[in-house]
């Protein structure tokens, strides 16, 4: 596969051009980018998924929620709806997408609504009676129809941008050039260790521009897990052997928080739609046994024959330090750009 990549480096060259010269037309104004009054954060990366975009909308979710109306606006990937929709009673992750079904899952209080034209979905959202205060773009980095007031740009630790190359060699779906774009730049999945000295390291890579913050997260894995009815204390599970699954980008830490000698884990891609055929095998293979997934991959499969044994590990974005610092940062943004209003 590497080799291949690098047979593709011609079309890495041709795709590099084409995305600079989409990004210069829209910072010359040739492109129309829509700017709104109200704030709005967008959340994204340069490279092709894994980078924890969801816990880290989430933090954003729990950090605003009681300050202000909250909407969160995603694309909806892999939905089999179309347009704009925002989320109530009759919706599930198949209409709404994952990701988006898991925020109204978790935050009732807010709006969730779903659009692959994001200045659509965000006039939708603005025309609704009680209109949001602050929006929050899901893997909307690359959008640059609208201009969120607040950009906030994610890498994965071990896996950053600095590093990486234009797809399809790499996986970076545009230049490094566009992490100017960010306010703040997360590097994420970091270890909960990380020294001093290699943040200093990984800060000299990323050659940040005059005004950019940094910080360092990881993910934080509760010491529970959960299905429909139970709450279930890893450490009361022991060495029972269990079947692990996960549909997400990069699943590695997932397995490796998780794994038991006598545990099998079983591989999906990313929003991997479950066929019914897909879920009596993995029925099978479990053999009566715990089935523990992600949280993303537990909204898919609750209502199928798997819910009697099937709970979900849940996981939060958590900074190595400076985390008020950054609560402020965002906190600063928005109550200014309310006041605009």
Not at 206 to 233: A, G, H, M, P, R
Not at 243 to 270: N, R
């Amino acid at each position: 596969m590497k080799l291949l990549r690098k047979l593709l480096f011609p079309f890495a060259v041709v795709y590099g051009v084409i995305t600079t010269i989409r990004n210069f037309l829209f910072d010359v104004g040739i492109l129309k980018s829509y700017s709104f009054s109200m704030p709005i954060i967008a959340v994204g990366n340069l490279s092709v998924g894994g980078t924890g975009k969801t816990p880290q909308i989430e933090y954003l979710i729990r950090l605003l929620l009681s300050k202000y109306r909250v909407a969160t606006l995603s694309r909806g990937y892999k939905r089999q709806s179309k347009g704009f929709l925002l989320a109530d009673s009759s919706v599930n992750a198949a209409i709404l997408g994952d990701e988006p079904f898991q925020f109204f899952q978790k935050f009732p209080a807010i709006q969730v609504a779903v659009d692959a034209d994001r200045k659509n979905g965000i006039e939708q959202l603005l025309s609704q009676k009680k209109s949001p205060e602050i929006i929050l773009l899901d893997d909307a980095y690359q959008h640059r129809k609208v201009k969120a007031g607040f950009y906030m740009l994610l890498t994965a630790y071990g896996d950053i941008y600095a590093n990486d190359y234009l797809l399809p060699t790499g996986n970076l779906r545009e230049s490094r050039s566009g992490a100017e774009r960010a306010a703040i730049v997360v590097v994420t999945k970091c270890p909960k260790n990380l020294s001093a000295s290699e943040q200093i390291r990984i800060k000299n890579q990323l050659n940040l521009v005059e005004n950019q913050q940094l910080y360092f997260t990881f993910i934080d894995y509760e010491d529970s897990v959960y299905s429909k009815e139970t709450k279930l204390k890893l450490a009361d599970l022991g060495k029972e052997s269990k079947l692990l699954l996960a549909g997400i980008a990069k699943p590695a830490s997932f397995f490796e928080h998780l794994k038991a000698e006598d545990d099998e884990c079983l591989t999906f891609p990313d929003h991997h739609h479950f066929s019914e055929s897909e879920i009596g095998a993995i029925q099978k293979q479990a053999k009566g046994r715990k089935i523990i997934t992600t949280e993303k991959d537990y909204v898919r499969l609750k209502d199928s024959i798997l819910s009697e044994q099937l709970y979900y590990l849940p996981i939060r974005s958590s900074f190595i330090s400076n985390e008020k610092e950054f609560d402020q940062t965002i906190l600063d943004y928005v109550g200014t750009s309310s006041r605009n209003r």
